[in-house]
T-cell receptor
Framework: GDSVTQMEGPVTLSEEAFLTINCTYT??????LFWYVQYPGEGLQLLLK?????DKGSNKGFEATYRKETTSFHLEKGSVQVSDSAVYFC????????????FGTGTRLQVTL | SAVISQKPSRDICQRGTSLTIQCQVD?????MFWYRQQPGQSLTLIAT?????????ESGFVIDKFPISRPNLTFSTLTVSNMSPEDSSIYLC???????????FGPGTRLTVL
C-alpha cells in the first residue's frame, strides 16, 4: 500500500538557519503530494502541494519539489524563524486508490533565537 | 479553501460517558473525514462520511464506538461512546475540495478522559 516516510525529529535550528525535512513516499500511479503544518495547540494547515512530477510547491518561504525519480518531496526553507516552530507532516493522495490521505509520522521543528 | 469549525474545542470527560463533536463547513462538500491524533502521534483516519450514505469505517474503528451522522453537505457529527482514558486524543474533521484533492482540516477537538 501507499506509505510516507519522514525524517525523525525533533529538528532544532537557530533562527535564520536553512531547513530541510526529508520526505520519501511509496505509491502506485501518480499521487499528489502535500506538506501540512500543525502549530502548537492547533489543527493542520495545508502548507503547500504538488500534483505532478517536477512541480514545485511553495508558500510562506517554504518549498518542495516533486521528484518522481527519487520518490521524494523534501521540504526546504532558506531562513527559518521562531514562528516556524511546529510539527510538519508530509502526505500523499493517490488518485488510483480510494483517495485516502496517507500521512507521514510528522517532524517537530524547534527554532531558537 | 474550505473553512471548518468544530465544537467543542476541548472537553474533559468521565470514563463511561459519551461526547458528540460537531463539524461545520462553510461550503457544500461531498467527502468529510474524521481523524484521531493521539498525543505526539500522526493522524489516523477513523471514517469517511458521505451525505446520504452510511459512514465507512477504517480497520480498528467500529460504528458502535464512533457513530457518525452526516445530515447534509455542510455538517457532520462524531460521537465517542463509552469513553476510556485511551480515547484521550485530538479529533479532527476534514473535507476534500478543490481540483487537486486538497484536503482541509478543522481546528480539532482536544478530548481528555479521566
Amino acid at each position: 500500500g501507499d506509505s510516507v516516510t519522514q525524517m525523525e525529529g525533533p529538528v532544532t535550528l537557530s533562527e535564520e538557519a536553512f531547513l530541510t525535512i526529508n520526505c520519501t513516499y511509496t505509491a502506485t500511479g501518480y499521487p499528489s503530494l502535500f506538506w501540512y503544518v500543525q502549530y502548537p495547540g492547533e489543527g493542520l494547515q495545508l502548507l503547500l502541494k504538488a500534483t505532478k512530477a517536477d512541480d514545485k510547491g511553495s508558500n510562506k518561504g517554504f518549498e518542495a519539489t516533486y521528484r518522481k525519480e527519487t520518490t521524494s518531496f523534501h521540504l526546504e526553507k532558506g531562513s527559518v524563524q521562531v514562528s516556524d516552530s511546529a510539527v510538519y507532516f508530509c502526505a500523499l493522495i493517490n488518485t488510483g486508490t480510494a483517495s485516502k490521505l496517507t500521512f507521514g509520522t510528522g517532524t517537530r521543528l524547534q527554532v531558537t533565537l | 479553501s474550505a473553512v471548518i469549525s468544530q465544537k467543542p474545542s476541548r472537553d474533559i470527560c468521565q470514563r463511561g460517558t459519551s461526547l458528540t463533536i460537531q463539524c461545520q463547513v462553510d461550503s457544500q462538500v461531498t467527502m468529510m473525514f474524521w481523524y484521531r491524533q493521539q498525543p505526539g502521534q500522526s493522524l489516523t483516519l477513523i471514517a469517511t462520511a458521505n451525505q446520504g450514505s452510511e459512514a465507512t469505517y477504517e480497520s480498528g474503528f467500529v460504528i458502535d464506538k464512533f457513530p457518525i451522522s452526516r445530515p447534509n453537505l455542510t455538517f457532520s457529527t462524531l460521537t465517542v461512546s463509552n469513553m476510556s482514558p485511551e480515547d484521550s486524543s485530538i479529533y479532527l474533521c476534514s473535507v476534500r475540495s478543490g481540483n487537486y484533492n486538497e484536503q482541509f482540516f478543522g481546528p480539532g477537538t482536544r478530548l481528555t478522559v479521566l
